[in-house]
């Protein structure tokens, strides 16, 4: 039983696209322009997979043709350019009902495939985690489910010769013992099938509860939460990177980071904050994968401040930003606090970046304007950091003079690592020390029951160990 149709290393592929006449439309657009925006944009996704693109074609409709999406005569230039080009596999840039996949199949005699099962295959080779490929697997399987087709008397698994193929009424052909009318082949895929589908349901639940006790871990000690979010190729890998210093793959196929990275990050104001880096968004994200990957959406749902990241060296940015703009809304994350980053600046040349500069200019006393960086060479991080920590909920800093017991040794491992230590010293099996806390930590630690004359907080009401509690 397959799940999935794998693009093989160099495969050779025809791609189809579909523009609509009557679709949404940019002001200025050409009818069927954005059709051609997303069949170059399968390209990418093609390639990401593996494949070798042998060619591409695209037709303008008024509307779909129920049964092969774009009519016969389409279908049989499709068959002739996959003969000419010697392509063994065909892409569609729409989804495919079941019947239009096997009509298609049956009239190009070419194995078939639409993008979302392209995206699910790129899905498939990319997670790394349990986890996240449970999550590709579920949805591959939701997938293939519908569209299990029979294929006449092959697909039966008892009975003989005969009128009634299975060895039901005229089936007096079949052999002794297996009369009946048996169980098609058909219907054991589909019982196998849902019967994995729910075993993948039970171990994702394992691990989100699981995954569920690490974030209540980390809620333990309160720290700011930011998701990169963004469209797929808009660089948010290398910006994580250059932020957190980590090592995440960064490539320029689509999908290459699946599976949630999240670091720890120090603000100018000396905070510690949580930064993670998310899947990439993409026009026509399957729904089935927007269910699916909680891992890395949950993050994204969870997160004090978006991070909104844009490739603004790409000249389509504003509409790709309106796709990010309605899967963010799918999410319910609508109301968060957010920060738009425009990233790849160095890509741009001096008048464009001359433009947009003034552009944020002239925004004035309008929404705070975009961030401008780079996070290749590192250009504008620093007022990146600035513009978060100005974002970010404030949880004011608390200076401590404590007098704590070596004993206690994870509340000091925290203030280290979540504080400043202005100074230290152990005096016998105590440790006296000055350190700069944020409030939230403080309170959580129960420092005040540690804290000696000198505690205050500048501008506050915090002068004496009582008040901190």
């Given at each position: 039983m397959k799940t999935q149709h794998r693009i093989s290393s160099a495969e050779r592929v025809l791609l189809v696209g579909v523009g609509w006449k009557r679709a949404p439309r940019f002001p200025g657009m050409p009818v069927g322009e954005q059709g051609r925006e997303s069949l170059a944009e399968l390209v990418e996704l093609a390639e990401s997979a593996g494949g070798e693109v042998a060619g591409t074609l695209f037709q303008v409709r008024d509307s779909a043709d129920p049964a092969t999406l774009v009519g016969r005569g389409k279908l049989e230039e499709i068959r002739a350019a996959a003969n000419a080009s010697d392509a063994a596999l065909i892409i569609f840039d729409s989804d495919l009902s079941p019947v239009q996949q096997r009509n298609i199949e049956e009239l190009t005699e070419r194995r078939v495939i639409d993008r979302t099962q392209l995206i699910l295959d790129i899905f498939a080779k990319h997670a790394r985690s349990r986890e996240g490929q449970l999550q590709v697997e579920l949805a591959q399987l939701n997938y293939l489910l519908p569209r299990l087709t029979g294929r006449g008397a092959q697909m039966s698994r008892q009975g003989g010769k005969g009128a009634g193929g299975a060895g039901g009424a005229g089936g007096g052909g079949g052999r002794i013992g297996v009369r009946g009318?048996?169980?098609?082949?058909?219907?054991?895929?589909?019982?196998?099938?849902?019967?994995?589908?729910?075993?993948?349901?039970?171990?994702?639940?394992?691990?989100?509860?699981?995954?569920?006790?690490?974030?209540?871990?980390?809620?333990?000690?309160?720290?700011?939460?930011v998701a990169l979010v963004g469209y797929t190729n808009a660089g948010k890998s290398t910006l994580f990177n250059a932020l957190s210093q980590a090592e995440v793959l960064v490539s320029s196929r689509m999908f290459a980071t699946l599976d949630p990275t999240i670091r720890a990050i120090r603000l100018p104001s000396n905070r510690r904050i949580l930064v993670s880096d998310t899947v990439g968004f993409i026009r026509q994200l399957p729904k089935g994968l927007i269910k699916a990957f909680r891992a890395t959406l949950e993050e994204v749902q969870e997160a004090a401040l978006l991070l909104q990241v844009s490739d603004i060296s790409n000249p389509r940015h504003d509409e790709l930003e309106e796709e990010v703009e309605k899967i963010l809304d799918d999410l319910g994350v609508k109301e968060t606090a957010r920060l738009r980053v425009y990233n790849k600046v160095d890509e741009l040349d001096a008048e464009a970046r001359h433009n947009l500069e003034a552009a944020g200019r002239r925004n004035g006393g309008g929404e705070e304007p975009p961030v401008l960086v780079s996070g290749l060479t590192g250009e504008g991080l620093d007022e990146l950091l600035r513009r978060i920590d100005a974002a970010l909920p404030m949880d004011p800093i608390v200076k401590l003079s404590l007098h704590m017991p070596l004993s206690e040794g994870r509340s000091l491992a925290l203030i280290h690592a979540l504080g400043r230590v202005l100074h230290s010293q152990v005096s016998d099996s105590h440790m006296d020390m000055e350190a700069e806390v944020p409030e939230s930590i403080a309170r959580r630690l129960k420092l005040s029951s540690f804290a000696t004359a000198g505690t205050s907080r500048p501008g506050s009401a915090y002068h004496d160990a009582g008040e901190v509690n």
């Open positions: 009318p048996g169980e098609k082949k058909l219907e054991t895929d589909r019982r196998r099938i849902r019967d994995r589908v729910h075993k993948i349901e039970v171990s994702i639940d394992e691990v989100r509860k699981q995954r569920a006790l690490r974030r209540e871990a980390r809620n333990a000690v309160p720290l700011g939460t």
